[in-house]
């Protein structure tokens, strides 16, 4: 299996920058997409950003400007670069991870918490 194990959040306020780091462990395949999502409180859990292992990334339209996702050579660990940051951006940021196999494995981080507040 995977394991994933977030870091970086905590309390800012708004116009702050944050860099969240997910460190992955374990069975990783060479093909494989992660990403970031976030739940807020009352809200569905969401996709903030994600990277193939080809280096193609996506946001969503609400951090498009303001949030960097990266991964390091060796493609075990992936990096959220927030810039600009909103009360909005509160919520709980999750790391995930899709194989490439044969029935699309998928994992998830622990979750580390934003709090955007003045």
């Known amino acids: 299996q995977v394991q994933l194990v977030e870091s970086g959040g905590g309390f800012v306020q708004p116009g702050g920058s944050l860099r969240l780091s997910c460190a992955a462990s374990?069975?990783?395949?060479?093909?494989?997409?992660m990403g970031w999502y976030r739940q807020a409180p009352g809200k569905e859990r969401e996709l903030v950003a994600r990277i193939t292992s080809t280096g193609n990334t996506n946001y969503a339209d609400s951090v498009k400007g303001r949030f960097t996702i990266s991964r390091d050579n060796a493609r075990y660990t992936v990096y959220l670069q927030i810039d600009s940051l909103k009360p909005e951006d509160t919520a709980v940021y999750y790391c995930?991870?899709?194989?490439?196999?044969?029935?699309?494995?998928?994992?998830w981080g622990q979750g580390t918490q934003v709090i955007v507040s003045s």
């Open positions: 995930n991870v899709v194989l490439a196999t044969a029935r699309w494995d998928q994992y």
């Open positions: 374990g069975s990783i395949f060479s093909g494989n997409v």
